[in-house]
T-cell receptor
Framework: AQSVTQLDSQVPVFEEAPVELRCNYS??????LFWYVQYPNQGLQLLLK??????LVKGINGFEAEFNKSQTSFHLRKPSVHISDTAEYFC?????????????FGRGTSLIVHP | KAGVTQTPRYLIKTRGQQVTLSCSPI?????VSWYQQTPGQGLQFLFE???????NKGNFPGRFSGRQFSNSRSEMNVSTLELGDSALYLC??????????????FGPGTRLLVL
């Protein structure tokens, strides 16, 4: 079975500063990796995903993530955050074979952007 | 194009009762997935319906069930409610069977409180 660990439950940062949200996964087989964002009182929105190919993945809203197979990590980064980026961020993993899509989510990281 | 809608948005029930939640997917989408989000367990996959058939199921007891209608609308039912069923229930739809290649679009959720 696969698992996901988001190393920080909360990340405070000042506006226009860079940010990195950390995600590590555990799986004995190949996986796909995802980052989602959840704004208050809303559902999840896909930010980006890694399926194959380039290990640097660019997503929406200026976010990007890098897949590191040797370190089993998929950290999310943004060079300059805005107040509007304040939200909960979830890393997720799903198996890359077997047909069924049953994602496993991390516990989430609350990004708090201060003015 | 209208997004995924979930009704009701908020619900209060007492232990032992049953509840039915509704999800209307984006027009043309045939897959509907349900997720439970709690502070204790985080985000967990419940099940997925595609073309009126349950395709995948997460690790939840039989008290949790669902169905999908010919217009792709889906309902989720929880019988004999327990305090631990208090959660935000999210619905997500996609055009094809959910998979890593297929983006899921989430509704705002139904917040269920069991007293």
């Amino acid at each position: 079975a696969q698992s996901v660990t988001q190393l920080d439950s909360q990340v405070p940062v000042f506006e226009e500063a860079p940010v990195e949200l950390r995600c590590n996964y555990s799986s004995s087989v190949s996986v796909y990796l995802f980052w989602y964002v959840q704004y208050p009182n809303q559902g999840l929105q896909l930010l980006l995903k890694y399926l194959s190919g380039s290990t640097l993945v660019k997503g929406i809203n200026g976010f990007e993530a890098e897949f590191n197979k040797s370190q089993t990590s998929f950290h999310l980064r943004k060079p300059s955050v805005h107040i509007s980026d304040t939200a909960e961020y979830f890393c997720a993993v799903s198996l890359s074979s077997g047909g069924s899509y049953i994602p496993t989510f991390g516990r989430g990281t609350s990004l708090i952007v201060h003015p | 194009k209208a997004g995924v809608t979930q009704t009701p948005r908020y619900l209060i029930k007492t232990r032992g009762q049953q509840v039915t939640l509704s999800c209307s997917p984006i027009s043309g989408h045939r897959s509907v997935s349900w997720y439970q989000q709690t502070p204790g367990q985080g985000l967990q996959f419940l099940f997925e319906y595609f073309s009126e058939t349950q395709r995948n199921k997460g690790n939840f007891p039989g008290r949790f069930s669902g169905r999908q209608f010919s217009n792709s609308r889906s309902e989720m039912n929880v019988s004999t409610l327990e305090l631990g069923d208090s959660a935000l229930y999210l619905c997500a739809s996609s055009f094809r069977l959910a998979g890593a290649q297929e983006t899921q679009y989430f509704g705002p959720g139904t917040r269920l409180l069991v007293l």
